[in-house]
C-alpha cells in the first residue's frame, strides 16, 4: 500500500488529519526563513527504531534554539505509533517536522505564537540492492562545513546546502558526497556518516568536526563497543580514506550502506568483511528491538 493517497493521514498539531486537510500557513517561519528543525526515522514491521533517541535530539535541538515544543515525548511517540496504525504502514519512513510557527513580524526568538509539529509517514523507498552489494560511489564535495555553532549539529529545515551538495554527486554519476571541513578534515556526507578500517582498526570523524552525530552513527559505535572492537573518532585527513581497506556510510534510512569508490579511486574491499558484519549486527539489533516491542 501507498499513502500518497487523499485516504492517507498526517499528524498536524494535536490533530491527525487526511493529508489533503492539513494545511500551514504561509507566514509560517518555517515556510519564510527555514526556521524549524525535524528528525527522519525508519520503523520496522510497525515499531519505530530508535524512537527515544531521536526525540531525544528533537527536543535537545528545540531547547537549544528556543522553540517551544508542548506535547511531552511520550504523547509524541504515541501519536507517530498511532498514524503508522492509522496508515496502515509497518515499513515506513518517518518525519517529524517542528518550526517556530507563524511569523509576527519580528525576527525575535520568543514570538509568543503556537509553534508547528507535524509528523508524516510513507512507504519506506528501500535503497537497489545492488548498491548494497557492489556498494556506492562518492565524491568530494566542494563545499566546507564551518565551525558554525548551529549547524549541522541541529538537523535544521534549512537544508538546502545538503539538498545541492547531493545535487553534485549525482550530476558526476555518484551516489553521496563527502564534505570536508575548512582545515581539510573529513566530516560527513551530505546524507550520511562515514566509517573505514585500516589494519583492522575502524575510524570515523570526531565531532569536533561539527557533523551531525546520527541516530545510526551511534548504533554502529555501540555495536563495536559490544564486540570488542575500538573505534577510534578524530580529525582525519582525506588521505586516510585513500588509504583504507573499507569504506561505509551509515543513515536511519540506509543503515548500513558500503562503498566501492572514492573520487574515482577504487577502495580495496567492498563490500568488506567489517561492513557486512556490521550490517548483519544492525539487522540483528532491529529484530530484538522488534520483537521486544512487540512482545511488550
Known amino acids: 500500500m501507498t499513502n500518497d493517497s487523499s485516504d492517507s493521514y498526517v499528524f498536524l ?9 492539513a494545511k500551514v500557513s504561509a507566514f509560517d517561519r518555517g515556510f519564510l526563513y527555514g526556521d524549524g528543525i525535524f528528525e527522519t526515522m525508519r520503523s520496522y514491521r510497525g515499531v519505530l527504531f530508535g524512537l527515544d533517541d531521536h526525540l531525544r535530539r528533537l527536543y535537545e535541538s528545540a531547547q537549544q534554539l528556543r522553540i517551544n515544543i508542548t506535547p511531552p515525548r511520550e504523547d509524541l511517540a504515541e501519536a507517530a505509533r498511532e498514524l503508522l496504525r492509522i496508515n496502515r504502514l509497518h515499513d515506513a519512513y518517518v518525519r517529524i517536522s517542528l518550526t517556530r510557527g507563524q511569523h509576527a513580524g519580528s525576527l525575535a526568538v520568543d514570538t509568543g505564537q503556537s509553534p508547528t509539529l507535524l509528523i508524516d509517514c510513507r512507504p519506506v523507498r528501500a535503497y537497489p ?33 545538503n539538498i545541492l551538495i547531493l545535487n553534485q554527486a549525482r550530476a558526476e554519476d555518484a551516489q553521496e558526497a563527502l564534505i570536508l571541513t575548512d582545515d581539510g578534515y573529513v566530516c560527513e556526507g551530505a546524507t550520511s556518516n562515514i566509517f573505514w578500517t585500516a589494519a583492522g582498526n575502524i575510524y570515523t570523524p570526531s565531532p569536533e568536526t561539527n557533523l551531525l552525530c546520527g541516530i545510526t552513527r551511534a548504533v554502529v559505535i555501540e555495536i563495536c563497543t559490544r564486540l570488542g572492537l ?6 582525519f585527513a582525506p588521505d586516510e ?29 567492498c563490500p568488506g568483511e567489517m561492513a557486512t558484519m556490521l550490517r548483519e549486527e544492525y539487522a540483528a539489533e532491529v529484530k530484538r528491538c522488534v520483537e521486544e516491542a512487540q512482545a511488550g
Open 13 to 21: 498539531n494535536d490533530q491527525i488529519l487526511p493529508r489533503d486537510m
Open 129 to 161: 540492492e545492488g548498491w548494497y552489494t557492489n556498494g556506492v560511489r562518492i565524491i568530494t564535495s566542494v563545499s566546507r562545513r564551518s565551525r558554525s555553532a548551529l549547524a549541522p549539529r541541529h538537523k535544521c529545515l534549512s537544508y538546502i546546502e
Open 230 to 235: 575500538q573505534i577510534n573518532e578524530g580529525l
Open 241 to 269: 580514506l585513500a588509504r583504507a581497506d573499507e569504506v561505509f556510510i551509515t543513515n536511519s534510512i540506509m543503515e548500513i550502506m558500503p562503498v566501492a569508490a572514492i573520487d574515482g579511486g577504487t577502495v580495496r574491499q
